[in-house]
T-cell receptor, first 113, second 117 residues
Framework: NAGVTQTPKFQVLKTGQSMTLQCAQD?????MSWYRQDPGMGLRLIHY???????DQGEVPNGYNVSRSTTEDFPLRLLSAAPSQTSVYFC????????????FGPGTRLTVL | AQTVTQSQPEMSVQEAETVTLSCTYD???????LFWYKQPPSRQMILVIR??????QNATENRFSVNFQKAAKSFSLKISDSQLGDAAMYFC??????????????FGKGTHLIIQP
């Protein structure tokens, strides 16, 4: 049971490049979320999903796209990277029932030059 | 929209002493969940303790306990017998129960806890 996995762990992009951050979970969780963490800002919600085929925007969605074709995977796409997207990105998942503790992946540190 | 406020950017405590981290929140919901997460330098987010708003009893997990004051919208974390391994960023987080709580957690900005040997 790997929990929540994220790839890559580190990435450097140039302004205008695109990339996809991968996230997968093997706990059969319905809910998945993407957060970004900036110094002094805590974690802020980018997008979330309540199940395959269903996604919605969080607090800071601009510049990011998501899709969810399977229960396990929830990739985050940067269409045209900007220096303001330099951050640490966390994927998280939780079950629909219960106390709804979120389980977090190890994070991806992204630098946009 | 709900907000979570951690008013202490940094706290320092001597090893084996007790420290309390503060958290206040604002919400119009009556039923919700509150969490404390720990983030060591490895950056992994680790759940420390959780509290369900409808439960009056304060949650306890070994050396970690909370003081949940629903009317005051306060949710502080007490760490007893502090250990060097407790050094980390600590985040207070809120999750509403309505709508299944699908829309994730709202986090405070964090408190950096330093343990002095």
């Amino acid at each position: 049971n790997a929990g929540v996995t994220q790839t890559p762990k580190f990435q450097v992009l140039k302004t205008g490049q695109s990339m996809t951050l991968q996230c997968a979970q093997d706990m059969n969780h319905e809910y998945m979320s993407w957060y970004r963490q900036d110094p002094g800002m805590g974690l802020r919600l980018i997008h979330y999903s309540v199940g395959a085929g269903i996604t919605d925007q969080g607090e800071v969605p601009n510049g990011y796209n998501v899709s969810r074709s399977t229960t396990e995977d929830f990739p985050l796409r940067l269409l045209s990277a900007a220096p303001s997207q330099t951050s640490v990105y966390f994927c998280a998942s939780s079950s629909r029932g219960g106390v709804k503790e979120q389980f977090f992946g190890p994070g991806t540190r992204l630098t946009v030059l | 929209a709900q907000t979570v406020t951690q008013s202490q950017p940094e706290m320092s405590v001597q090893e084996a002493e007790t420290v309390t981290l503060s958290c206040t929140y604002d919400t119009s919901e009556s039923d919700y969940y509150l969490f404390w997460y720990k983030q060591p330098p490895s950056r992994q987010m680790i759940l420390v303790i959780r509290q369900e708003a409808y439960k009056q009893q304060n949650a306890t997990e070994n050396r970690f306990s909370v003081n949940f004051q629903k009317a005051a919208k306060s949710f502080s974390l007490k760490i007893s017998d502090s250990q060097l391994g407790d050094a980390a960023m600590y985040f207070c987080a809120y999750r509403r129960r309505s709508g299944g709580g699908a829309d994730g957690l709202t986090f405070g900005k964090g408190t950096h806890l330093i343990i002095q040997p």
